[in-house]
Protein backbone atom coordinates (compact mmCIF):
# COMPACT_ATOMS: atom_id res chain seq x y z
CA UNK A 1 0.00 0.00 0.00
CA UNK A 2 1.45 3.22 -1.04
CA UNK A 3 1.41 5.35 2.07
CA UNK A 4 -0.16 8.58 1.06
CA UNK A 5 -2.82 6.49 1.32
CA UNK A 6 -2.81 6.63 5.17
CA UNK A 7 -3.14 10.22 5.42
CA UNK A 8 -6.48 11.99 6.22
CA UNK A 9 -8.84 13.64 3.40
CA UNK A 10 -7.14 17.01 4.10
CA UNK A 11 -3.94 16.24 4.29
CA UNK A 12 -3.87 14.63 0.88
CA UNK A 13 -5.97 17.95 -0.70
CA UNK A 14 -2.73 19.67 0.91
CA UNK A 15 -0.36 17.87 -1.16
CA UNK A 16 -2.61 17.78 -4.55
CA UNK A 17 -2.53 21.39 -3.71
CA UNK A 18 1.20 21.45 -3.58
CA UNK A 19 1.79 19.27 -6.58
CA UNK A 20 3.24 16.64 -4.14
CA UNK A 21 0.48 14.38 -5.27
CA UNK A 22 -2.04 13.87 -8.30
CA UNK A 23 -5.76 12.99 -8.49
CA UNK A 24 -5.02 10.35 -10.99
CA UNK A 25 -1.90 9.34 -9.02
CA UNK A 26 -3.91 9.18 -6.04
CA UNK A 27 -7.38 7.41 -7.59
CA UNK A 28 -5.15 4.84 -9.07
CA UNK A 29 -3.22 4.10 -5.88
CA UNK A 30 -7.38 3.67 -4.31
CA UNK A 31 -8.18 1.69 -7.16
CA UNK A 32 -4.98 -0.75 -6.77
CA UNK A 33 -6.28 -1.15 -3.30
CA UNK A 34 -9.32 -1.94 -3.83
CA UNK A 35 -8.43 -4.42 -6.20
CA UNK A 36 -5.95 -5.86 -3.47
CA UNK A 37 -8.64 -6.42 -0.77
CA UNK A 38 -12.16 -6.21 -2.60
CA UNK A 39 -11.81 -9.83 -3.29
CA UNK A 40 -11.81 -10.58 0.65
CA UNK A 41 -13.74 -7.81 2.59
CA UNK A 42 -16.23 -7.26 -0.29
CA UNK A 43 -16.96 -3.67 0.75
CA UNK A 44 -17.30 -2.16 -3.13
CA UNK A 45 -20.75 -3.56 -5.50
CA UNK A 46 -20.08 -1.62 -8.54
CA UNK A 47 -16.69 0.35 -9.75
CA UNK A 48 -16.33 3.03 -12.32
CA UNK A 49 -12.32 2.63 -12.78
CA UNK A 50 -12.39 4.79 -16.31
CA UNK A 51 -14.72 7.51 -14.47
CA UNK A 52 -12.31 8.37 -11.66
CA UNK A 53 -9.50 8.53 -13.61
CA UNK A 54 -11.20 10.64 -16.54
CA UNK A 55 -12.33 13.26 -13.60
CA UNK A 56 -8.99 12.59 -12.11
CA UNK A 57 -7.29 13.65 -15.33
CA UNK A 58 -9.37 16.37 -15.69
CA UNK A 59 -8.65 18.10 -12.00
CA UNK A 60 -5.45 18.00 -12.26
CA UNK A 61 -5.23 19.77 -15.27
CA UNK A 62 -7.25 22.22 -14.11
CA UNK A 63 -5.42 22.35 -11.47
CA UNK A 64 -2.25 22.61 -13.75
CA UNK A 65 -3.60 25.38 -15.65
CA UNK A 66 -3.85 27.51 -12.47
CA UNK A 67 -7.96 26.88 -12.18
CA UNK A 68 -9.71 28.30 -8.85
CA UNK A 69 -10.60 24.32 -7.47
CA UNK A 70 -12.40 23.34 -4.46
CA UNK A 71 -10.40 22.61 -1.57
CA UNK A 72 -11.92 18.50 -1.49
CA UNK A 73 -11.18 18.38 -5.33
CA UNK A 74 -9.47 15.46 -6.55
CA UNK A 75 -10.10 13.34 -4.02
CA UNK A 76 -11.90 10.05 -4.44
CA UNK A 77 -14.56 9.09 -2.99
CA UNK A 78 -17.38 6.16 -2.32
CA UNK A 79 -20.95 6.22 -2.62
CA UNK A 80 -23.43 3.77 -1.10
CA UNK A 81 -25.01 1.94 -3.15
CA UNK A 82 -28.72 4.03 -2.42
CA UNK A 83 -27.44 7.29 -4.03
CA UNK A 84 -28.73 7.47 -7.79
CA UNK A 85 -25.67 7.94 -9.83
CA UNK A 86 -26.20 9.25 -13.41
CA UNK A 87 -25.31 5.82 -16.31
CA UNK A 88 -23.96 3.91 -12.91
CA UNK A 89 -25.58 1.14 -11.92
CA UNK A 90 -27.51 1.93 -8.55
CA UNK A 91 -29.24 -1.30 -6.69
CA UNK A 92 -29.70 -0.72 -3.45
CA UNK A 93 -27.65 -4.19 -3.18
CA UNK A 94 -30.83 -5.94 -4.11
CA UNK A 95 -32.27 -8.29 -7.36
CA UNK A 96 -35.07 -6.44 -8.21
CA UNK A 97 -33.14 -2.99 -9.07
CA UNK A 98 -30.17 -5.85 -10.67
CA UNK A 99 -28.90 -3.69 -14.29
CA UNK A 100 -30.75 -0.20 -12.96
CA UNK A 101 -28.62 3.06 -14.53
CA UNK A 102 -30.40 5.98 -13.65
CA UNK A 103 -31.04 8.83 -15.88
CA UNK A 104 -30.33 11.62 -13.28
CA UNK A 105 -28.00 12.14 -10.73
CA UNK A 106 -28.85 12.65 -6.57
CA UNK A 107 -28.22 16.40 -5.23
CA UNK A 108 -25.23 15.22 -3.77
CA UNK A 109 -23.79 13.21 -6.19
CA UNK A 110 -24.42 16.29 -8.61
CA UNK A 111 -22.54 18.31 -6.00
CA UNK A 112 -19.64 16.14 -5.77
CA UNK A 113 -18.82 16.05 -9.12
CA UNK A 114 -19.21 19.74 -9.81
CA UNK A 115 -16.71 19.95 -6.82
CA UNK A 116 -14.16 17.71 -8.46
CA UNK A 117 -14.22 14.72 -6.60
CA UNK A 118 -13.24 11.31 -8.83
CA UNK A 119 -16.37 9.11 -7.76
CA UNK A 120 -14.87 5.30 -7.36
CA UNK A 121 -17.88 3.30 -7.06
CA UNK A 122 -21.07 2.32 -5.04
CA UNK A 123 -20.58 0.57 -1.70
CA UNK A 124 -21.88 -2.98 0.31
CA UNK A 125 -24.82 -2.46 1.95
CA UNK A 126 -27.74 -4.57 3.70
CA UNK A 127 -30.68 -4.18 1.23
CA UNK A 128 -32.44 -0.82 0.96
CA UNK A 129 -30.77 -0.54 4.28
CA UNK A 130 -32.78 -2.69 6.04
CA UNK A 131 -30.33 -4.13 8.10
CA UNK A 132 -27.39 -3.50 10.96
CA UNK A 133 -24.64 -5.67 10.02
CA UNK A 134 -24.39 -5.50 5.77
CA UNK A 135 -25.00 -9.08 6.05
CA UNK A 136 -28.16 -9.01 4.07
CA UNK A 137 -26.56 -7.84 0.90
CA UNK A 138 -27.80 -9.57 -2.49
CA UNK A 139 -23.86 -9.33 -3.48
CA UNK A 140 -22.93 -11.08 0.02
CA UNK A 141 -21.49 -10.26 3.45
CA UNK A 142 -18.89 -6.98 3.90
CA UNK A 143 -16.31 -8.02 6.05
CA UNK A 144 -14.64 -5.83 9.20
CA UNK A 145 -11.29 -5.08 7.28
CA UNK A 146 -9.85 -4.96 11.62
CA UNK A 147 -10.90 -8.69 11.43
CA UNK A 148 -12.89 -10.22 8.53
CA UNK A 149 -14.50 -12.55 10.96
CA UNK A 150 -16.36 -9.97 12.26
CA UNK A 151 -19.52 -7.42 10.69
CA UNK A 152 -18.44 -4.06 9.70
CA UNK A 153 -21.91 -2.71 11.09
CA UNK A 154 -24.64 -1.44 9.31
CA UNK A 155 -26.69 -0.94 6.96
CA UNK A 156 -24.02 1.06 5.24
CA UNK A 157 -20.92 -1.40 6.46
CA UNK A 158 -19.38 -0.74 3.20
CA UNK A 159 -18.99 2.76 2.94
CA UNK A 160 -17.01 2.51 6.56
CA UNK A 161 -15.05 -0.63 5.70
CA UNK A 162 -13.95 1.27 2.64
CA UNK A 163 -12.45 4.10 4.70
CA UNK A 164 -11.07 2.30 7.23
CA UNK A 165 -9.45 -0.37 4.98
CA UNK A 166 -7.92 2.73 3.21
CA UNK A 167 -9.21 2.40 -0.10
CA UNK A 168 -10.52 5.56 -0.15
CA UNK A 169 -10.08 8.80 2.04
CA UNK A 170 -14.02 9.78 2.06
CA UNK A 171 -17.18 7.73 1.74
CA UNK A 172 -21.24 8.55 1.85
CA UNK A 173 -23.14 6.85 3.73
CA UNK A 174 -27.05 7.27 4.80
CA UNK A 175 -28.66 6.89 7.83
CA UNK A 176 -31.72 6.17 9.00
CA UNK A 177 -31.65 4.57 12.83
CA UNK A 178 -27.99 4.05 13.34
CA UNK A 179 -26.56 3.05 9.47
CA UNK A 180 -23.75 5.72 9.35
CA UNK A 181 -23.25 5.75 13.53
CA UNK A 182 -22.83 2.29 13.90
CA UNK A 183 -20.49 1.12 11.33
CA UNK A 184 -18.74 4.16 12.53
CA UNK A 185 -18.18 3.01 15.59
CA UNK A 186 -18.11 -0.71 14.64
CA UNK A 187 -14.78 0.38 12.35
CA UNK A 188 -13.24 2.83 14.12
CA UNK A 189 -13.78 5.72 11.43
CA UNK A 190 -15.94 8.83 11.74
CA UNK A 191 -19.60 8.74 10.85
CA UNK A 192 -22.14 11.39 11.13
CA UNK A 193 -25.85 11.59 10.92
CA UNK A 194 -26.41 15.38 9.95
CA UNK A 195 -29.57 17.24 11.42
CA UNK A 196 -32.53 16.10 9.56
CA UNK A 197 -33.03 18.49 6.28
CA UNK A 198 -29.20 19.57 6.09
CA UNK A 199 -28.60 17.23 3.37
CA UNK A 200 -31.10 17.20 0.36
CA UNK A 201 -32.27 13.73 -0.22
CA UNK A 202 -33.34 14.48 -3.86
CA UNK A 203 -31.55 11.13 -5.59
CA UNK A 204 -31.42 8.83 -1.87
CA UNK A 205 -33.59 5.90 -2.65
CA UNK A 206 -35.96 5.74 0.44
CA UNK A 207 -36.35 3.91 3.08
CA UNK A 208 -38.31 6.04 5.83
CA UNK A 209 -38.29 9.00 4.65
CA UNK A 210 -38.76 11.12 7.47
CA UNK A 211 -35.98 9.54 9.34
CA UNK A 212 -33.29 9.19 6.34
CA UNK A 213 -30.73 11.12 6.16
CA UNK A 214 -26.74 11.49 3.83
CA UNK A 215 -24.03 12.16 5.79
CA UNK A 216 -20.16 11.85 5.53
CA UNK A 217 -17.85 8.85 6.92
CA UNK A 218 -14.10 9.56 7.13
CA UNK A 219 -11.38 9.03 9.06
CA UNK A 220 -11.37 12.52 10.92
CA UNK A 221 -13.66 14.53 12.15
CA UNK A 222 -12.27 17.71 10.44
CA UNK A 223 -12.39 15.18 7.52
CA UNK A 224 -16.43 14.79 7.89
CA UNK A 225 -17.00 18.65 8.88
CA UNK A 226 -14.99 19.23 5.34
CA UNK A 227 -17.15 16.72 3.46
CA UNK A 228 -20.78 17.83 4.99
CA UNK A 229 -19.79 21.56 4.19
CA UNK A 230 -19.34 20.51 0.17
CA UNK A 231 -23.19 18.02 0.40
CA UNK A 232 -25.10 20.29 2.72
CA UNK A 233 -27.13 22.92 1.77
CA UNK A 234 -30.74 23.95 0.93
CA UNK A 235 -32.07 22.10 -2.63
CA UNK A 236 -35.11 23.10 -4.42
CA UNK A 237 -35.75 19.39 -5.30
CA UNK A 238 -36.32 18.31 -1.63
CA UNK A 239 -38.88 19.61 0.21
CA UNK A 240 -37.85 18.45 3.66
CA UNK A 241 -33.81 20.80 3.27
CA UNK A 242 -33.46 23.20 5.40
CA UNK A 243 -33.65 26.55 3.90
CA UNK A 244 -30.40 27.85 5.67
CA UNK A 245 -27.19 28.51 5.39
CA UNK A 246 -24.50 25.59 5.95
CA UNK A 247 -22.38 26.39 9.15
CA UNK A 248 -18.72 26.74 9.43
CA UNK A 249 -17.84 23.12 10.38
CA UNK A 250 -14.62 22.85 9.81
CA UNK A 251 -13.18 26.05 10.73
CA UNK A 252 -15.47 25.04 14.31
CA UNK A 253 -13.51 22.05 14.40
CA UNK A 254 -10.20 23.77 13.72
CA UNK A 255 -10.44 25.70 16.42
CA UNK A 256 -10.29 23.07 18.77
CA UNK A 257 -8.04 20.83 17.42
CA UNK A 258 -5.20 19.92 18.79
CA UNK A 259 -5.73 22.17 22.10
CA UNK A 260 -5.87 20.87 25.47
CA UNK A 261 -8.20 23.85 27.37
CA UNK A 262 -11.64 23.43 25.28
CA UNK A 263 -12.53 26.40 27.69
CA UNK A 264 -15.61 28.27 25.55
CA UNK A 265 -16.81 24.65 24.16
CA UNK A 266 -20.17 23.94 25.52
CA UNK A 267 -21.67 20.13 25.12
CA UNK A 268 -25.38 18.95 25.81
CA UNK A 269 -25.54 15.57 27.59
CA UNK A 270 -28.91 14.24 27.66
CA UNK A 271 -29.90 13.20 30.92
CA UNK A 272 -32.07 10.09 29.66
CA UNK A 273 -28.97 8.84 27.71
CA UNK A 274 -28.02 5.99 30.06
CA UNK A 275 -29.96 3.45 32.22
CA UNK A 276 -31.28 -0.06 31.47
CA UNK A 277 -31.03 -1.16 27.69
CA UNK A 278 -27.68 -0.20 27.53
CA UNK A 279 -24.28 -1.42 27.47
CA UNK A 280 -22.42 -1.03 30.38
CA UNK A 281 -19.12 -0.88 28.46
CA UNK A 282 -20.29 2.03 26.08
CA UNK A 283 -22.34 3.92 29.43
CA UNK A 284 -18.58 3.86 30.61
CA UNK A 285 -16.92 5.08 27.77
CA UNK A 286 -19.28 7.58 27.27
CA UNK A 287 -18.90 8.82 30.99
CA UNK A 288 -15.52 8.73 30.74
CA UNK A 289 -15.00 11.12 27.63
CA UNK A 290 -17.51 13.87 29.59
CA UNK A 291 -15.56 13.63 32.22
CA UNK A 292 -12.38 14.23 30.23
CA UNK A 293 -14.47 17.27 28.16
CA UNK A 294 -15.39 18.89 31.14
CA UNK A 295 -11.54 18.74 32.98
CA UNK A 296 -9.91 20.19 30.15
CA UNK A 297 -12.58 23.34 30.33
CA UNK A 298 -15.67 22.39 28.18
CA UNK A 299 -18.80 23.56 29.69
CA UNK A 300 -21.29 20.57 30.22
CA UNK A 301 -24.72 21.01 30.60
CA UNK A 302 -27.45 18.60 31.69
CA UNK A 303 -30.36 18.71 29.17
CA UNK A 304 -33.88 17.10 30.55
CA UNK A 305 -35.40 15.11 27.66
CA UNK A 306 -38.26 12.83 29.25
CA UNK A 307 -39.57 12.05 25.35
CA UNK A 308 -36.21 10.15 24.94
CA UNK A 309 -38.26 6.97 26.74
CA UNK A 310 -40.86 6.61 23.71
CA UNK A 311 -38.32 7.71 20.81
CA UNK A 312 -37.26 3.51 20.56
CA UNK A 313 -41.32 2.68 20.37
CA UNK A 314 -41.89 5.72 18.52
CA UNK A 315 -39.22 4.52 15.74
CA UNK A 316 -40.54 1.21 15.18
CA UNK A 317 -43.89 2.42 14.73
CA UNK A 318 -42.86 4.94 12.02
CA UNK A 319 -40.16 3.14 10.42
CA UNK A 320 -41.50 0.06 9.14
CA UNK A 321 -44.88 1.98 8.07
CA UNK A 322 -42.89 4.41 6.11
CA UNK A 323 -40.50 1.29 4.61
CA UNK A 324 -43.60 -0.31 3.69
CA UNK A 325 -45.01 2.65 1.41
CA UNK A 326 -41.48 2.89 0.02
CA UNK A 327 -41.04 -0.49 -0.52
CA UNK A 328 -45.00 -0.94 -2.21
CA UNK A 329 -43.34 0.54 -5.73
CA UNK A 330 -40.98 -2.46 -6.02
CA UNK A 331 -43.86 -4.51 -7.34
CA UNK A 332 -42.32 -5.76 -10.77
CA UNK A 333 -44.40 -3.43 -12.66
CA UNK A 334 -43.34 0.06 -12.00
CA UNK A 335 -39.78 -0.44 -11.03
CA UNK A 336 -36.81 -3.10 -10.96
CA UNK A 337 -37.45 -6.31 -13.18
CA UNK A 338 -40.21 -7.86 -13.94
CA UNK A 339 -40.79 -11.52 -13.78
CA UNK A 340 -43.98 -13.31 -14.89
CA UNK A 341 -45.60 -16.25 -13.15
CA UNK A 342 -44.71 -19.88 -14.72
CA UNK A 343 -47.99 -20.87 -14.59
CA UNK A 344 -51.98 -19.15 -14.19
CA UNK A 345 -53.52 -15.90 -14.86
CA UNK A 346 -50.97 -12.96 -15.70
CA UNK A 347 -52.67 -10.62 -12.60
CA UNK A 348 -50.93 -7.30 -11.31
CA UNK A 349 -50.79 -9.65 -8.19
CA UNK A 350 -49.66 -13.05 -9.49
CA UNK A 351 -46.58 -10.71 -11.17
CA UNK A 352 -46.25 -8.90 -7.72
CA UNK A 353 -45.79 -11.77 -5.84
CA UNK A 354 -43.24 -13.80 -8.70
CA UNK A 355 -41.21 -11.04 -9.06
CA UNK A 356 -40.80 -10.23 -5.13
Excluded at 204 to 230: C, F, H, K, Y
Excluded at 329 to 338: H, L, Q, S, T, V
Amino acid sequence: MEDFLKLSALQLAEKLRAGELTSEQLTQACLDRIEQLNPSLNVFVHLDPEGALETARRVDKARQGGEELHPLAGLPIALKDNMVTRGQETTCCSKILAGWKPPYDATVVSKIKDAGLPIIGKTNMDEFAMGSSTEHSAFGPTHNPWDPSRIPGGSGGGSAAAVASFMVPLALGSDTGGSIRQPGAVTGTVGAKPTYGAVSRYGLVAMASSLDQIGPVTRTVADAAALQELVGGHDPFDSTSLDEPVPALLEAVQEYQGKTDLSGLRLGVVKQGGGDGYEEDVTRTFNDTVAALKERGATITEIDMPSFKDALAAYYLIMPAEVSSNMARFDGIRFGIRVEPTSGPVTAETVMAATR
